[in-house]
């Protein structure tokens, strides 16, 4: 069974930082991109990056110098680090991996594993 488990989220006080994780089991992570998304209450979800098996990283413009993607294929599994968080950064947060058909660039168009994301609170 193709599974991501997200973890790493919780409470935190604006200015704070966390460390998402998303491990995968039931395939390798190494040939698929993976895309973080997030959801904020009474939002549409949005995504906030897309990451290629090789590293490569496509950031939307609105997370640009607070949000940070990693993986680590050896280990199956990516990373969000996010700085500066803010009460708009409440949601939850899912990743997704989508197969890749060129690991030069992130494609994460197509995703068809999620996990059911890691809930993020960011207030005083």
């Known amino acids: 069974q193709l599974q991501l488990v997200e973890s790493g989220g919780g409470l935190v006080q604006p200015g704070g930082s966390l460390r998402l994780s998303c491990v995968a089991s039931g395939f390798n992570m190494d040939i698929y991109s993976i895309a973080w998304f997030r959801h904020p209450p009474g939002k549409d979800r949005e995504r906030v990056l897309c990451?290629?098996?090789?590293?490569?990283?496509d950031y939307e413009d609105s997370v640009q110098g607070r949000f940070t993607g990693s993986r680590d294929n050896a280990q199956n599994t990516a990373y969000l680090q996010i700085n500066s968080l803010n009460p708009e950064d409440t949601g939850r947060y899912h990743c997704?991996?989508?197969?890749?058909?060129?690991?030069?660039?992130?494609?994460?168009?197509?995703?068809?594993?999620w996990g059911r994301g890691t809930l993020v609170t960011v207030s005083s």
């Open positions: 997704a991996a989508g197969l890749e058909t060129d690991s030069t660039a992130p494609d994460c168009t197509v995703t068809s594993v």
């Open positions: 990451i290629s098996s090789t590293g490569i990283i």
